[in-house]
């Protein structure tokens, strides 16, 4: 950074020196007669004119010499150093200049570790790699190449890999991130780039799941283990909530969710990548498979202070003056509506606030009945989220969703 400073004053005081000794040439002799005057006149038109030429002359041969076709554009053939230097210069300059305005929230919460580290491991091992293979051999003949994180991530600010990892590099095949809508996925994964050198295989492969886990393959059960290196294994969950838990949950609401994903109408780019490989067969399986597993829930949750109880007076009677209205008039309801109303009994406290957050700020998407939720979030505080969430949390799913 400093250097590049250094190299900017320079070239500002070599072009300041030039243009002075231009602008004074003709002033410091002496010029007596009008011809004379005349005369210097002359030269300085011409000297733009031949000046001009030129440009216009480097212009045609330069635009020859790409339409000869001449210009390699292989990526075997490398950078010249100094082309190299020159973009790797640019997209520094770039990034910290677009960096400058974004705040990075706390970024060490385990849960968000381990998001980022499911994130990295299916959308960014296959070009910057793990630590059991850290290059990647196809990756490797890319132009540029895609360094290995762990050894260039303390170059970067943590505002500044947060933008890399959402916009991408221009040029380079480094992608943006697949949803746009929402940033807290992607501070995700910069809180596991942070964690990164610290980690060796046997923690890294803690953080991701088993390895057979992260293949995605076409058999049922090898697409089954790869929901499970994030859901967990029977659809309980791992993480403490990095991903929901999807046993017991209604059928409809998983199936109508992974088309919604699959077709980008609900946003996550966690979960998008994922539900877009999938054909509909498999969807319609998998919502029955996670449907009919029991959501068995491993212990109580404490009550934080009454929270509980707090939660249960909004989610029974919704908060009048609020204009909420009560969560379980849908969400514990029986009946034909019902299957469209997911089931929160036994979720991971903090993904439903998560959620609420996101239909609070229009960022969560969802399916057809998703506006539903619409008039319920926008007037819910942070208080009353996490309270109504440590209800749902605490509670056993009704035995009608879980036994279907
Ligand atoms: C298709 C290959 C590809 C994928 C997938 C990919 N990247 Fe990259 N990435 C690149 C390339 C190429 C560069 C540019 C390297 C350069 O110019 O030095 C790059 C650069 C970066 C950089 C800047 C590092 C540096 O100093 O050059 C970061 C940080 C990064 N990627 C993070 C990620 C993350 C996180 C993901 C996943 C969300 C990801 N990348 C996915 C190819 C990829
Ligand atoms: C890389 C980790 C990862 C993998 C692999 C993964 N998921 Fe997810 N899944 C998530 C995360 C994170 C969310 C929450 C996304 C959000 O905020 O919308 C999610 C959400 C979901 C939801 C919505 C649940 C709800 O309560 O709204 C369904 C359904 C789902 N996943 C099914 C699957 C299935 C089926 C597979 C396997 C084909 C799978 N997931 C694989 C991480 C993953
Ligand atoms: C009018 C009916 C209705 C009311 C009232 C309602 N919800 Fe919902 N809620 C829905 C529907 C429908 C969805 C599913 C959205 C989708 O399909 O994408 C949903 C989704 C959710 C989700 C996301 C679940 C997941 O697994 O991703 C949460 C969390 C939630 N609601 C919490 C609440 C809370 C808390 C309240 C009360 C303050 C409430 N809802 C009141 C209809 C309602």
Redesign the pocket.
């Known amino acids: 950074m400093r250097q590049s400073v250094k190299i900017l004053l320079l070239l500002a005081a070599g072009a300041a020196g030039l243009f002075k000794k231009v602008a004074a040439a003709p002033s410091d002799r002496e010029i007596n007669s009008k011809d004379e005057q005349k005369h210097s006149k002359l030269t300085l038109w011409q000297a733009a004119k031949v000046l001009i030429l030129a440009g216009v002359a480097v212009g045609v041969i330069g635009f020859l010499v790409l339409i000869s076709g001449l210009v390699p554009i292989k990526a075997s053939s490398g950078h010249w150093r100094v082309t190299r230097w020159f973009l790797t210069f640019a997209m520094h300059r770039s990034v910290g200049t677009y960096s400058t305005p974004i705040e990075a929230p706390p970024l060490s919460d385990p849960v968000l570790v381990q ?1 980022g580290a ?2 990295y ?3 960014c091992r296959v070009c910057h790699g793990s630590p059991k293979l850290p290059h990647p051999p196809v990756a490797q003949h890319m132009l540029p190449r895609p360094p290995y994180l762990p050894h260039v991530v303390s170059e970067w600010d943590t505002e500044e890999l947060f933008h890399i990892v959402k916009h991408g590099l221009k040029f380079t095949g480094m992608p943006a991130w697949p949803s746009q809508q ?1 940033d ?2 992607v501070w995700a994964v910069v809180a596991f780039l942070l964690e990164f050198p610290k980690l060796d295989q046997n923690s890294y492969r803690g953080l ?2 088993t390895d057979a ?2 293949e ?1 393959g076409e058999a049922f059960d090898q ?2 283990r ?6 967990g294994p029977q659809g309980m969950g791992r993480g403490f909530g ?5 046993a017991g ?1 209604k059928v409809d ?3 109508s ?2 088309s919604a ?1 699959a077709r980008q109408q ?3 780019g ?2 998008q990548p ?2 877009a ?2 054909n509909e067969e ?2 319609q399986r ?2 029955q ?2 449907a009919n597993l029991p959501r068995n829930l491993p212990t109580e949750t404490p009550d934080a202070a009454g929270a509980v109880e707090r939660g249960q007076k909004i989610a029974n009677e919704g908060i009048r003056e609020q204009r909420i209205p009560a969560c379980n008039s849908c969400h514990r309801q029986s009946g034909p509506r019902n299957p469209i109303y ?2 929160l009994s036994g ?1 991971y406290a903090n ?1 439903i606030v ?2 609420l957050k ?1 239909f609070q700020r229009e960022q ?3 399916t057809s009945y998703a506006h539903l939720m619409r008039h319920v979030a926008p007037n819910l505080s942070n208080d009353q989220m996490q309270d109504v969430a440590n209800y749902y949390e605490s509670l056993a799913p009704q035995v009608a969703s879980a036994a279907r």
């Open positions: 998001k499911s994130a491991e299916n959308n929402r807290d996925e991701v799941g886990a992260a995605f697409v089954l790869h929901c499970e290196s994030c859901h990095a991903a929901p838990r999807l949950q609401y998983l199936y969710s992974l994903y609900r946003y996550s966690i979960m994922v539900a490989r999938l498999q969807m998998l919502a498979h996670y997911p089931e979720q993904y998560l959620q996101l969560r998407g969802g």
